[in-house]
């Protein structure tokens, strides 16, 4: 049965080691940084099934000191939001419903402050992911990057 649950010492060697294994569709991250990213953040959970580490999720709330530019651009404009930083999952358990499952949690955790919002890559360009936020209800609300990279901003009010 997969659940999330907070992440342990145990688990940063497999949380840097997927992170690295997808740093083109997220920030770098080494343990240093995971570990001040983990003391602003609101949920930084790993996915786990069945004892199995399935992947990682990562939240911040509005207030937050985090320092991503994403993160910046939705402060500005918004006086309450959750922020969903990255949600990574390992490659042997894709194609699961896990990703939905983790919404569900997210966006439920995320009514208290009203919107969740989020990133997704125009360039590169992660078609999957724009399809699986439309069918869950976001919209874009922005953009932000040049022509090496470039994001659609996304919120889904709550």
Do not use: C
Request: aromatic content about 10%; proline content about 6%.
């Amino acid at each position: 049965m997969p659940v999330l649950r907070p992440m342990t010492p145990d688990d940063v060697p497999a949380i840097l080691a997927l992170n690295e294994r997808n740093v083109v569709k997220l920030a770098p991250m080494d343990e240093p940084r995971l570990w001040q990213l983990r003391g602003w953040a609101e949920r930084f959970d790993v996915v786990d099934v069945d004892g199995t580490f399935a992947g990682f999720v990562v939240t911040f709330p509005s207030g937050s000191p985090y320092d991503s530019e994403n993160y910046r651009w939705f402060s500005e404009r918004y006086p309450a939001f959750a922020y969903l930083d990255r949600i990574v999952l390992h490659e042997d358990f894709r194609r699961r419903g896990l990703g939905t499952l983790v919404y569900d949690v997210v966006e439920a955790d995320a009514q208290q402050h009203g919107r969740l919002a989020l990133e997704v890559n125009l360039v590169p360009r992660n078609d999957a992911s724009l399809a699986f936020h439309a069918r869950r209800g976001y919209t874009e609300v922005g953009r932000l990057g040049d022509d090496e990279h470039l994001v659609s901003l996304m919120e889904k009010r709550l």
